[in-house]
């Protein structure tokens, strides 16, 4: 039996407790976090907001909360390359991992018209690194967020080695939408939390066709 059958039949075996046991931790951390942020939404977005009126850091926060998400993309294409060649198995599960940030977004504007929160550059006067969006562009969930989050788990899911770089960019995209001053604090954990489920369960529930496209035998 080749290295690649062997290494793939052994996590068929042990893979999806770990990583379930994670998605299940994140997802219970970032809720109880934006829970305990929400009735000190004020206070926090005007602390984190206010820091980056610093002229560098202000320049950063607004590079990144603008454009990390495409660095993210940009990773997520260099997996998937990488994964058709040496492992079907993680190009399906990554490809799957896509489809569930597909459904994270649409769930999370559909949650955006419900809740229909006022960004807070309109409800606070507080100085901005980033124009506020027009009215009627709703502040919670941060899609900016859940994009970034459902992104850094579908790598995750498909490559775990990808953790250590696709992770930290997805908190700083995430970080830089408040300091941006465009989300509360609870909009970004709330977002992120969102992806992060959204995404492990259309992967779990893909788990069988993914093992009939690409079978561990």
Do not use: I, Q
Not at 102 to 129: F, G, N
Not at 135 to 144: C, E, K, L, M, V
């Amino acid at each position: 039996m080749s290295s690649r059958h062997h290494h793939l039949r052994h996590g068929d075996r042990t893979g999806p407790a770990g990583p379930l046991r994670a998605v299940v931790a994140t997802v219970a951390v970032l809720a109880v976090l934006a829970l305990a942020a929400f009735p000190a939404r004020d206070v926090l977005y005007t602390s984190v907001a206010g820091s980056a009126e610093e002229p560098a850091l202000g320049t950063t926060a607004g590079l990144v909360a603008e454009d990390g998400l495409y660095v993210l993309l940009a990773a997520a294409g260099v997996l998937a390359v990488l994964a058709w060649l040496r492992d079907r198995r993680a190009f399906w599960v990554l490809v799957a991992g896509g489809a569930g940030t597909v459904v994270a977004y649409a769930v999370s504007e559909t949650v955006k018209l419900l809740v229909t929160e006022e960004r807070p550059c309109r409800a606070l006067t507080v100085e901005t690194v980033l124009a506020c969006p027009p009215a009627g562009d709703w502040s919670w969930p941060s899609n900016h967020s859940v994009l970034a989050a459902a992104c850094a788990t579908a790598c995750v899911l498909a490559v775990p080695r990808s953790g250590w770089f696709v992770v930290p960019v997805a908190a700083l995209v995430a970080g830089s939408r408040v300091a941006a001053g465009v989300h509360y604090v609870h909009d970004v954990l709330a977002g992120a939390a969102l992806g992060v489920l959204v995404v492990a369960v259309v992967v779990a529930l893909a788990r069988p066709l993914v093992g009939r496209l690409a079978p561990a035998g």
